[in-house]
């Protein structure tokens, strides 16, 4: 029973490109959310989505970024045009609830050069 | 509006000393309380969890129990190990929320 799937672990991207962040959730699950973690620091919420929605994006900034979770495959988290700021740990997490626990992925490393 | 506060960090131990990690939260209903447990250059594991008041969590000797009248769910150790060493988050979940709401961390090192 595979846990939470992200790829890639590890990610370099040249300011101005676009990221692509991979999320499968567990078998079964069909909420997910997106965290972000700084070094040294706490997670912050991103976006939260149930299957072919975005339930809850507060977290979001308003420009650049994109969450989708389609029918099918993995949830996507889009950063378009990055830069520096951007490097970060991106964490992926499911639940078979929106009430019940949910478990994490070991993330994406994403750094901006 | 909804939040957890941890104790601050680093905690520095020596090894088979007792931990006590502390969490409190803020909520206006009855929400799920986790805690979570991060070592280096991983992601976050579930380390235990408790869904209501005067329940206690407990896993790998760890324990935690929901105090609704405190509104804190402490982390407990009686003998901490070496390998204990990471960041532990605690954190909260409502059944009707968006969104795990968690405290800024602790990093705990435990010296052999």
């Known amino acids: 029973n595979a846990g939470v799937m992200q790829n890639p672990r590890h990610l370099v991207r040249r300011r101005g490109q676009e990221a692509r962040l991979r999320c499968s959730p567990m078998k079964g699950h069909s909420h997910v959310y997106w965290y972000r973690q700084l070094p040294e620091e706490g997670l912050k919420f991103m976006v939260y989505l149930q299957k072919e929605n975005i339930i809850d994006e507060s977290g979001m900034p308003k420009e650049r970024f994109s969450a989708e979770f389609p029918k099918e495959g993995p949830s996507i988290l889009r950063i378009q045009q990055v830069v520096r700021g951007d490097s970060a740990a991106y964490f992926c997490a499911s639940s078979y609830q929106s009430d019940t626990e949910a478990f994490f992925g070991q993330g994406t490393r994403l750094t901006v050069v | 509006g909804d939040s957890v506060t941890q104790m601050e960090g680093p905690v520095t131990l020596s090894e088979e000393a007792f931990l006590t990690i502390n969490c409190t939260y803020t909520?206006?209903?009855?929400?799920?309380l986790f805690w979570y447990v991060q070592y280096p250059g991983e992601g976050l594991q579930l380390l235990l969890k408790?869904?209501?008041?005067?329940d206690k969590g407990s896993n790998k000797g760890f324990e935690a129990t929901y105090r609704k009248e405190t509104t804190s769910f402490h982390l407990e150790k009686g003998s901490v190990q070496v390998s204990d060493s990471a960041v532990y988050f605690c954190a909260l979940l409502y059944s009707s929320a968006s969104k795990i709401i968690f405290g800024s961390g602790t990093r705990l090192s435990i010296r052999p």
């Open positions: 408790a869904t209501k008041a005067d």
């Open positions: 909520a206006t209903g009855y929400p799920s």
